[in-house]
């Protein structure tokens, strides 16, 4: 039986069918990954990678970019602020939640006076909301300390705009004890918070588009940041891995 195979020319339709779902759903990714590789040595910009730096003729940049890995140390520290901002992130939504789940539901509190006469009122849970708020306070700090480890100036930059705001709302913050230190670390006393109104923390940290939910958004972008600095990093088998997507990459440097 003879094929005819003069007439596909271009051989990355052979590959068309890699973008197909398979197990865990991923659609598309070894499809694109594999074409970008295989386009970057099919137009040779690859091979001339190889040849400048095998040569000694490449950059110091390309030299660089071709040899730059994640170490394990530097690994486990882009960990530590991906811990602590998942933290961070969860504590401030425990704080955001609304409806049912709010912290910020009142509850009926029967109170009785010296005659033993009985009035009934709607009080904030403030115990509850200071466990809290006591936790964000903790999981903030760790952050802190996790992107001051981490040495990376993408991801200070990032901690450094959570740290302005907290500035922006640090009127509001005192109100209720809270107070930032030199080191751009939270601290909440324990007997202001408890006298505090209840209203104004509420406003501060409740619901969309709340101090509390400022904090989770710029938690996710350090993160972010976090992750795309370890893109290549090591593995819990302590093998590299690099996510890196190659493609033509180097063919606009010559």
């Not at 802190?144 to 993408?154: L, M, Q, R, Y």
């Not at 705009?161 to 809270?178: E, P």
């Not at 080191?183 to 007997?191: A, G, H, P, Q, T």
């Amino acid at each position: 039986m003879a094929v005819n195979i003069q007439m596909k020319t271009d051989y990355s339709y052979l590959f068309s069918g890699l973008g197909s779902v398979g197990m865990g759903g991923n659609a598309g990714g070894i499809n694109n990954n594999f074409l970008s590789d295989y386009a970057s040595i099919k137009n040779g910009s690859y091979l001339k990678l190889m040849k400048a730096y095998y040569n000694g003729s490449a950059n110091e940049s390309v030299k660089k970019l071709a040899s730059d890995k994640v170490t394990k140390d530097e690994s486990q520290k882009l960990t530590k602020v991906q811990t602590a901002t998942d933290a961070l992130k969860e504590s401030a939504d425990a704080l955001m939640a609304t409806g049912k789940n709010s912290l910020f539901n009142k509850a009926e509190v029967i109170a009785k006076d010296e005659f033993g006469n009985e009035t009934a009122s709607m009080e904030y849970d403030t115990d509850k909301i200071y466990k809290a708020v006591d936790s964000f306070v903790k999981n903030f700090n760790s952050v802190i300390d996790a992107v001051d480890g981490a040495g990376n100036e993408k991801i200070s930059d990032r901690a450094v705009t959570m740290a302005n705001n907290v500035i922006a709302n640090l009127k509001s913050l005192n109100k209720l004890g809270i107070t930032i230190d030199k080191d751009m670390k939270l601290s909440v006393d324990k007997e202001e918070f408890m006298k505090a109104d209840m209203d104004s923390a509420k406003l501060l940290f409740n619901g969309v588009g709340s101090f509390a939910y400022q904090i989770s958004a710029q938690s996710s972008m350090i993160d972010y940041a976090a992750e795309r600095a370890g893109s290549g990093m090591y593995n819990g088998a302590g093998r590299f891995q690099s996510s890196y997507n190659t493609g033509s990459l180097f063919d606009s440097i010559f």
